[in-house]
């Protein structure tokens, strides 16, 4: 397949593009914008790969993805770019909007422009796949069961709203107009190449730098955690073995309260990096909390596991360790986001 990713210069969209053109025959034609989320250095060792060619590109340009699409003729769509980070939404709502909605719109509407000009197998074999977040279906109380395929929509920030908003128009662009349209819904990824506004990358870089970690509120939000390379690998499953115009919830079923999980890592740390004095948890700050912050996030990844057979591979010590030591052995990616230098790599970019 020619499958044209979006968002590969970000932090899932990096690992899964690794993860294809490694393991799998596939061709890929990336296409990134290259946002301050965006870094060339996150793919550099791919941007040479034969079966890959990227595109710096906008998806709020309907004409150059209309174009484009044209041009390159995929079998397949896996549309990842987005802006990404809640705080960031709700400091400027504005880019969620563009981004995620107008832009799905864009992708939509260019990807049912070739769609309905294949024929025979092509037109058999297409599919276009949205990554969404379980962001959209709200927050859960504590004891409640985790969200599930048909849980109602009930998002809360701007980036959870505008993430819903272009769910729904996936499934309008499968119900009105035949587009072959596939949905994943995520739990929070950790793992390399996340961007350090994150809460990971955060404590990561924090104890590092031997600088106060803000733990938001009282610190006992939960997320369900999972290791970026095992969401790759369910991205690709859904993608091959999803039924068209189904939805699959992926998750890790990994629970943490923020405060747990940062105290591991301050635990992997003092063993790892330890700090000149005390452990690193000593530097945890209990800071004003997230305005709307949704209390639990929790995903049943039955369907998917049951329908296609997926399973992630690394469990919360297998992954935190691979995340900590990867961030302590690559200190040039994040010390050029640090200082804004990844940005100056943006100039000169090629097409
Ligand atoms: P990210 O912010 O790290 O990367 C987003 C990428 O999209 C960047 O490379 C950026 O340059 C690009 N981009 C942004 N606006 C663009 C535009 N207008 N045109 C072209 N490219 C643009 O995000 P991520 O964490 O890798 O998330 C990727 C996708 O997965 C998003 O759709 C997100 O909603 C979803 N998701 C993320 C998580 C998570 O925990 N990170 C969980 C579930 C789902
Ligand atoms: O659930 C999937 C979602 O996970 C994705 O759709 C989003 O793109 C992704 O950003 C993530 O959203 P969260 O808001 O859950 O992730 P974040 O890393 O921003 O925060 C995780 C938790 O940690 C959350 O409860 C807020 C808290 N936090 C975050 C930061 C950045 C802190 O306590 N301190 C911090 O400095």
Known sequence: MKILITGTAGFIGSNLLRVILKDTPHSVVSVDALTYAGNRASIADLMDHPRHRFVHADICDAARMRALFEKEQPDAVMHLAAESHVDRSIDGPGAFVQTNIVGTFNLLQAA????????????????????????????????????????????????????????????????????????????????????????????????????????????????????????????????????????????????????????????????????????????????TDRPGHDLRYAIDASKIRRELGWQPSENADSGLRKTVSWYLENRPWWENILSGDYRLERIGVGR
């Open 112 to 287: 049912r422009a070739v769609y309905e000009s294949y024929e025979g197998a092509q037109k058999e074999g297409f599919r276009f796949l949205h990554v969404s977040t379980d962001e959209v279906f709200g927050s859960l109380g504590m004891g409640d069961p985790g969200f599930t395929e048909t849980t109602p929509y009930n998002p809360h920030s701007p980036y959870s709203a505008s993430k819903a908003a272009s769910d729904h128009l996936v499934r309008a662009w499968a119900d009105t107009f035949e587009l072959p349209v596939l949905l994943t819904n995520c739990s929070n990824n950790y793992g390399p190449y996340q961007f350090p506004e994150k809460l990971i990358p955060v404590v990561i870089l924090k104890c590092l730098r031997g600088e106060p970690i803000p733990v938001y509120g009282k610190g006992e939000n939960v997320r369900d955690w999972l290791y970026v390379d095992d969401h790759a690998r369910a991205l690709l499953c859904v993608l091959e073995k999803g039924q068209k115009g189904q939805s699959y919830n992926i998750g890790g079923n990994n629970e943490r309260s923020n405060i747990e999980w940062v105290r591991s890592i301050c635990a992997l740390l003092d063993e790892l990096a330890p700090a000149q004095n005390g452990s690193h948890a000593d530097k945890i700050s209990f800071v």
